[in-house]
């Protein structure tokens, strides 16, 4: 008799992990304070306040970058930045990272450096140590980063802990990552087709193309939350999508959500994109992915503590029974799906959006 096969795309990344977690069990240890299920792990410190978040993330050539339109220099930065964003989303501050390198033949000495200039930029920026890591060959270019942080038990937070009457709020503007991965694949066309007599003019896109090849953790908002005594009730990244990450804080905190898609902020240059691919922006910002901007939940009353060019409310918590909708700008009330980037969801190979 055969062993079954059961293709990855039909259950989906998030229902990979659900399986797998399953066979793992749930974990005894007592200092464990959160395993999987939240943009990083926490555990306790024995016989400490301090608590460290340790949190891991991968970027594949094919996959999630094209060296044809990724400088490496910026990819190096970006792989630093993308963990660091998943700390900040509980509220942590990154200390220290490693890295594991898969590098295939057509990397140079100099190419290597390159990337770790990025590297080096980032953690700077972050104020995070890189501590060590391993380098192997590999048939593409693969950068594994994990990163530790910490907080004191009190400040951190997790998907859970939204409740109905909630704002749900986000922190600059989403779409524009998703808008200049759609201008670099179209002057990736451009480029193999007219090889080196093609020069591009992407002066006019710098705001949304920096947006997907260098985008930023938001660790300076919670800092100014910190100094302001403020901690959000629930709170998550968005990587995968807008519309994908409100419903993992309403699913870990048993909420609905009611999002108003006109409350979303969208940069002009972000419509501009929109509008060049005879798109609807709205699909950008709740789709899209990559903005690495906060989600989060707050009670009304802590409105006034914010800074409130820091932040826009889109939506508010609502009891787990209303479900998850949007409002259209027309005031139409539909369901929002969950949609967003998924890994294997495509072809059998596992390719994703950028080689579609």
């Given at each position: 008799m055969s062993e079954p096969f059961t293709p990855i795309?039909?259950?989906?990344?998030f229902g990979l992990i659900d399986r797998l977690q399953a066979i793992l069990g749930e974990p005894t240890d007592?200092?464990?304070?959160?395993g999987i299920g939240d943009d990083a792990a926490v555990y306790r410190l024995p016989d400490q306040e301090t608590v460290h978040v340790i949190t891991s993330d991968a970027l594949l050539e094919g996959v999630h970058f094209d060296r044809l339109i990724t400088p490496l220099e910026y990819l190096g930065y970006k792989a630093i930045a993308v963990n660091v964003s998943d700390v900040?989303?509980?509220?942590?501050?990154?200390?220290?990272a490693t890295i594991t390198l898969g590098l295939p033949s057509k990397i140079s000495v100099e190419m290597a450096e390159a990337l770790y200039r990025g590297i080096?930029?980032?953690?700077?920026?972050?104020g995070l140590v890189l501590v060590g890591g391993d380098t192997t060959a590999a048939h593409t270019l693969c950068i594994s980063v994990t990163v530790v942080g910490e907080a004191r038990i009190d400040e951190i937070v997790f998907r859970r802990g939204a409740?109905?009457?909630?704002?749900l709020c986000v922190t600059g503007d989403l779409?524009?990552?998703?808008?200049?991965?759609k201008v670099l694949l179209e002057e990736r066309k451009a480029l193999k087709a007219e090889g080196l007599n093609y020069k591009p003019d992407l002066e006019p896109f710098r705001y949304v193309i920096q947006r997907q090849l260098l985008p930023e953790a938001r660790l300076d908002v919670i800092r100014d939350w910190r100094q302001r005594g403020l901690r959000p009730r629930a709170m998550i990244d968005i990587s995968d999508g807008l519309a994908s990450e409100v419903h993992h804080l309403c699913r870990h905190s048993g909420c609905g959500a009611l999002v108003h898609a006109a409350a979303i902020p969208v940069a002009l240059e972000t419509r501009d994109v929109a509008d060049r691919f005879s798109e609807d922006v709205d699909t950008y910002a709740l789709f899209g992915g990559e903005d690495y901007e906060l989600l989060f939940a707050l009670p009304p009353d802590q409105l006034e503590r914010l800074d409130p060019l820091s932040f826009n409310v889109i939506g508010e918590f609502l009891p787990a029974e209303q479900g998850i909708q949007v409002q259209t700008p027309e005031g139409a009330l539909i369901p929002l799906e969950p949609a967003g980037y998924q890994h294997f969801r495509s072809g059998g190979d596992g390719e994703a959006d950028l080689l579609e």
């Open positions: 795309r039909e259950i989906g990344e007592p200092d464990l304070i959160m900040a989303a509980m509220n942590a501050e990154p200390r220290y080096r930029r980032a953690c700077e920026k972050y409740r109905p009457g909630d704002l779409g524009a990552a998703y808008a200049g991965l």
